[in-house]
């Protein structure tokens, strides 16, 4: 059955053989698009041309990573044990282990990620090149742009309002909140170039779903092709109307592009998982008390927390979403492949079901689709689907019953 599918590759579909009309897209779109893939695509060490959508491997971006890379392997270390003496306590030693740790990990996650991404810089070069090549024959075939898709144009305004936003917001009430001392130019500077490597971790997630997301909006394209195939009269490919054939290998490709992604960035998306899992759990504590006496400092000390908190949450759950919603997507395959078989019987009363070339190659297809496996895993170790949300929500919620048990307790 493997060999039968795969013998057609849909790399050699031509986007002449499909038709096409005019996609309506507003220009600001289109614009934000590029600035956000150019962005996000900046923290490899390949160069992106936004206007034809291909990544070339040139050795001056490789250098200029490497360069880049050792700057931050110097630099790293001084910024994060500066902010540890600056916010060790004598009273509380858990506090000082856990900040400990959140700088050790937001300085080793980022010097690891930029290695793997030079190490395996040849396998992202291809396969981004491919992922955006397939995207660009979904688009003409069904006469559909990325961005009319919902999902997608929202992930994109995320990328650009929400996040910074955020950051802004951060940096605005980190003064008070988490240094209640005299801030000097040493000290500020180190804050900042701590949240600028904090939202360096956001950047490097980012990427990912803009990937998954991307695979996730071409398959929702396959079944659309697929769809109007079953809806046709015909029940299978006349003139540039794609077959079922080639329908299902777009599908085939698209799947072992998404996996093939997401198995190169297992690890950064392990330690994400674990890094927010980690951080809604530290930041689930009384907020530090205002260093003044105003209406200012108070919502300083209460807001910065709280804001941190929900923005946590938010990574997460997007980290868990995408991969579900592409895993959704491919799991309907199955029941379109049902559907076109049901419509091609239904539209040719006079023949038998199935039979001939296209009824047998559908077989074929149904047979080969409930052997995969659509879900995204991490190492093997677990999904990345909704499941996996709501065993870290009871979990969070377990910790938080036991917190307050603790505070009971004390107040008593």
Same mark, same amino acid.
């Given at each position: 059955v493997c060999v039968y599918v795969r013998a057609v590759s849909p790399v050699r579909l031509s986007v002449r053989r499909f038709s096409c009309c005019t996609m309506q897209v507003p220009r600001w779109l289109i614009v934000l698009q590029s600035v956000v893939l150019k962005f996000l695509f900046a923290i490899l060490p390949l160069s992106f041309d936004r206007h034809r959508e291909r990544f070339r491997n040139r050795t001056k971006d490789v250098i200029l990573s490497t360069v880049l890379l050792v700057l931050y392997a110097i630099v790293g270390p001084i910024v994060c044990v500066e902010l540890y003496v600056m916010n060790i306590s004598g009273e509380n030693q858990i506090t000082n282990a856990l900040s400990a740790f959140q700088f050790a990990f937001v300085y080793f996650f980022i010097l690891i990620v930029q290695i793997i991404f030079i190490r395996k810089k040849a396998c992202l070069h291809v396969l981004l090149n491919e992922m955006f090549q397939l995207k660009h024959v979904l688009e003409r075939m069904v006469a559909r742009s990325m961005l009319e898709f919902r999902l997608y144009r929202l992930f994109l305004v995320k990328v650009t309002a929400v996040d910074i936003l955020m950051q802004l917001l951060a940096l605005y009430t980190f003064e008070d909140s988490t240094y209640t001392g005299r801030v000097d130019s040493v000290g500020l500077a180190s804050w900042l170039t701590f949240y600028a490597m904090m939202y360096f971790i956001a950047v490097i997630e980012n990427f990912i779903l803009v990937g998954?997301?991307?695979g996730a909006v071409m398959?929702?394209?396959?079944?659309?092709?697929?769809?109007?195939?079953?809806?046709?009269?015909q029940g299978s490919?006349?003139?540039?109307?794609?077959?079922?054939?080639?329908?299902?290998?777009?599908?085939?490709?698209?799947?072992?592009?998404? =996996?093939?992604? &997401?198995?190169? /960035? #297992?690890?950064?998306?392990?330690?994400?998982t674990g890094w927010y899992f980690f951080m809604i759990v530290y930041s689930v504590r009384p907020p530090a008390s205002p260093?003044?006496?105003?209406?200012?400092?108070?919502?300083?000390?209460?807001?910065n927390p709280l804001v941190f908190f929900l923005y946590q949450c938010v990574q997460l759950y997007l980290l868990v979403l995408i991969p579900s919603v592409y895993t959704d997507?491919? =799991?309907?395959? &199955?029941?379109? /492949? #049902?559907?076109?078989?049901?419509?091609q019987h239904h539209h040719r009363p006079g023949q038998e079901r199935l039979v001939g070339r296209e009824g047998g190659v559908i077989e074929v297809l149904m047979v080969d689709c409930m052997q995969r496996n659509n879900a995204i895993n991490n190492y093997g170790m677990y999904a990345m689907n909704r499941a996996l949300l709501f065993g870290m929500i009871a979990t969070m919620t377990s910790y938080l019953i036991i917190l307050i048990q603790f505070h009971i307790q004390a107040y008593e």
């Open positions: 998954v997301l991307i398959q929702a394209m396959v079944n659309i092709g697929l769809k109007r195939l079953a809806r046709s009269r490919a006349t003139g540039r109307q794609p077959s079922v054939l080639q329908l299902y290998m777009l599908h085939c490709k698209n799947e072992d592009m998404v =996996k093939q992604f &997401m198995e190169t /960035l #297992n690890f950064p998306t392990l330690m994400l260093v003044g006496n105003g209406v200012a400092d108070e919502f300083k000390a209460y807001i997507h491919a =799991k309907k395959m &199955m029941r379109l /492949l #049902n559907y076109v078989s049901v419509n």
